[in-house]
């Protein structure tokens, strides 16, 4: 069962950090937050050194006041426990809690989150403050609940204290129990790596090349993702028996974190923190990049851990540190597109980062609502009126759910080991954007879905089709549920180097696609990797698609057919292997398995679209221009469906509405053809 906040209603909060400005200035902040709509405020999440300015010394009478006073003006309060940011007296008296580099460099007071998971004073100081927190504020009014530390594993997400090799080493020993299973695992007999005591075994250390042993890697992220959910659970248990009536949650997601699992054994929902602004740092490659609206896929995979979430923090200007991620303002209308992009995808609270901005530190560049004149402003007026719409709309829209019939296979072994692992890691991250960007074009919901140990075939039949691009780690549990699926009706898609590594990362001896080559009907009989030195090939599409063409990118399986109903819908139509089969569909029970042998790009997907006859819920309803996104929630109470019409472009667009609908925005009755302003927003109620 997922975990998921249950709200009555939409609601806007707002991070606010008293400690940060003069007492005089509360009062005002709080009775202009009420003014703009704004009923939650997240608060405290880095002030250790307030609430501990010596080691064993507590003080909360600055955050007494300030909920407090909040509380009197009816805002509600999300606590955030302070852990992100040990004190400077502590990393100095105990500087082993202190992270360290591969390279043995060890962090220093200055930034934050330079803590390592598992040294035990750490946690032991971590604890105190927390249950000193907990005990204190359980019973204050205005709390509603807890965000454990902040974004955990962000700024880094690799730890090599000594703590860490040490945890390690423990960990390694509950899941091999000897040396030789270790051994066995790691690969070790190559290169002479063998481990003859468990003290000469380290999480990866500088070898040459920088090319540590791949398997030791896969186990080191798993162990990461092990230490941050077993320190988020040690102050998520102290929250739930002190404090039982508050939720707890953690905000973000991080790489080398399996965020289901954390959110399953510690949390009560995840929060996400979204800044789509980020594309303009770091744009997505390919043509026709999504940008901001590339955020839609994150929020795509919270919603795979909590169907209905918080956004703790939702970028609300320019962002920028001082020394480094330069990005521009919102434009006029982003700020309220990108916060009913996170209701959209299931959201029910969006709180803004930050109410003012920082006028000291490293984040003086980091824009909240507000510029350091503290004067309202076109973002001001932004917030109002999302805060005005939520007032009218957010009770019928809260709790209701986002609907797809595709989804987007993912899970964590693969994230971790592709990370390292050249030969698909890249193709995975590639093909998933191209797919993502293709049904967003297509206007056809999509889910993030991962694979767990407690997936079932059930679960996944609501699926009319699911894609795995390359899925290279692949177990026989997990083929044979796939298997399952297939044969109950569903349509899966598998590309290129699917299923030639076991959960080790080694690849057992056999012909590649491992557990699936039944299911899919074909053998890899040959294979070569196709890179900018060789262009890709060109692909000839039969049967279905008449004579289109398109490129085979990144990579090509070339396959051999191994059951005689196994078709082939496409063929490479050059160099060595032309003519040899690129992309064979296998009819299977009630459904169908698809094998592309390449990596899927834009026009790949487009095409494929057509083949697994999918088609938009619009389809017939609505004309909608490409840079609309269309996203669906579904209210079970009522049985009624949202439809969010998102306009990501700088440019009015318009759409064409087939049979009258109500837009809850406007309250006006939509027909024919209707323009949506730029970054405008239309919900219609269906
Ligand atoms: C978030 C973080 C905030 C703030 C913001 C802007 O990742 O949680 O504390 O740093 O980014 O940089």
């Known amino acids: 069962m997922k975990k998921s906040f249950q709200a009555d209603t939409l609601q806007l909060g707002v991070c606010y950090y008293p400690e940060h400005w003069p007492e005089s200035l509360w009062e005002d902040d709080y009775r202009r937050m009420r003014d703009l709509g704004i009923s939650v405020i997240r608060v405290a999440e880095f002030a250790w050194t307030i609430f501990e300015p010596e080691e064993g010394i507590f003080s909360f009478q600055l955050f007494d006041k300030a909920l407090d006073l909040a509380h009197r ?60 927190l907990a005990e204190h504020y ?31 080493r423990k960990w390694l020993k509950q899941r091999y129990q000897t040396l030789d299973a270790l051994n066995r695992a790691w690969g070790t007999v ?40 077993s320190y988020v659970k040690l102050q998520a248990d102290i929250l739930h028996r002190v404090a039982p009536h508050h939720f707890v949650t953690t905000n973000g997601l991080f790489g080398h974190l399996d965020s289901h699992k954390m959110t399953q054994e510690a949390l009560d929902f995840l929060s996400y923190d979204s800044y789509p602004n980020f594309a303009t740092i770091w744009p997505d490659e390919g043509p026709l990049p999504l940008l901001d609206r590339k955020w839609s896929w994150s929020l795509s995979v919270v919603r795979d851990i909590s169907p209905n979430f918080w956004v703790m923090e939702q970028q609300a200007g320019p962002g920028g540190w001082v020394n480094r991620m330069a990005a521009p303002s919102p434009k006029p209308g982003q ?99 191209a797919w993502f960007k293709s049904l967003q074009h297509h206007h056809i919901p999509v889910d993030a879905v991962y694979l767990q140990t407690d997936t079932t075939a059930a679960h996944l039949k609501q699926y009319q089709v699911l894609v795995w691009p390359h899925a290279a780690i692949l177990s026989d549990e997990t083929a044979t549920l796939l298997t399952e699926y297939v044969s109950q009706g569903g349509s899966l898609v598998f590309g290129c180097r699917t ?33 900018k030195r060789h262009p890709g090939t060109p692909l000839f599409w039969v049967a279905e698609m ?22 082939v819908l496409a063929r490479y139509r050059s160099t060595w292997y032309e003519g040899e089969p690129a992309l064979t569909r296998r009819r299977v029970g009630l459904g169908t398995a698809y094998y ?45 469906s949202f439809w969010f019409l998102l306009n990501y472009a700088d440019t009015p667009q318009t759409i ?17 053809s209707v323009a949506i302003e730029p970054h405008g927003v239309v919900i219609l109620r269906r």
Not at 138 to 163: K, L, M
Not at 339 to 366: C, K, L, N
Not at 390 to 406: D, E, H, N, P, Q
Not at 656 to 672: E, I, K
Request: net charge negative.
């Open 656 to 672: 064409n509405v087939r049979q009258p609908y109500q837009d809850l925005l406007s309250n006006q009755t939509l027909q024919g």
């Open 499 to 531: 299923g030639y590594k076991d959960e080790t990362g080694q690849c057992p001896m056999r012909p590649m696609p491992g557990p699936v080559a039944k299911v899919c009907g074909v053998e890899v009989a040959d294979f070569t990797l196709i890179d």
């Open 73 to 132: 003006y009816g805002l509600s309060v999300v606590f955030g426990t302070p852990t992100a940011t040990p004190p400077a007296w502590l990393t100095h008296k105990y500087p082993e809690v202190l992270n360290v580099r591969r390279d043995g460099v060890q962090y220093q007071h200055g930034q934050r989150r330079h803590y390592n998971y598992n040294a035990p004073i750490y946690r032991e100081l971590s604890a105190r403050v927390v249950t000193k």
């Open 596 to 640: 592309y042998g390449a990596a899927f790009n834009y026009d790949v997907v487009a095409s494929m679209l057509g083949i697994l006859e999918l088609k938009s819920p619009a389809d017939g309803i609505l004309d909608l221009p490409r840079d609309v996104e269309l996203a669906i929630r579904h209210q079970s109470k009522t049985t009624e």
């Open 190 to 229: 190559f290169w002479s790596q063998t481990y003859t005591a468990w003290e000469q075994v380290h999480l990866s250390r500088p070898t040459v090349s920088n090319s540590p042993n791949p398997h030791q890697l896969l186990d080191e992220n798993r162990f990461i993702s092990d230490s941050a959910i």
């Open 546 to 567: 008449g004579d289109g063409e398109t490129y085979a990118d990144g990579f090509n399986d070339i396959l051999r057919l191994s059951a005689p109903d196994t078709e």
């Open 335 to 433: 700020l309220r597109l990108w916060t009913y992009q996170s209701i959209a995808h299931g959201a029910d609270v969006v709180s803004y980062f930050r109410w003012r901005t920082a006028t000291m530190g490293t984040e003086i560049y980091w824009h909240g609502i507000h510029d350091y004149s503290n004067l309202p402003n076109r973002r001001t007026a932004e917030v109002q009126r999302v805060g005005d719409e939520f007032a009218r709309v957010g009770g019928l829209i809260a709790g209701s759910t986002y609907v797809a019939k595709v989804g987007i296979l993912r899970d964590y072994a693969n994230e971790w080991d592709g990370e390292f692992d050249e030969w698909y890691g890249p193709l995975a991250r590639r093909s998933e954007a």
């Open 138 to 168: 359980r019973h204050h009014p205005a709390i509603i609940g807890w965000q454990i530390d902040n974004e955990i594993n962000c700024e880094t997400n690799v730890f090599y204290s000594e703590a860490d090799h040490e945890a390690f």
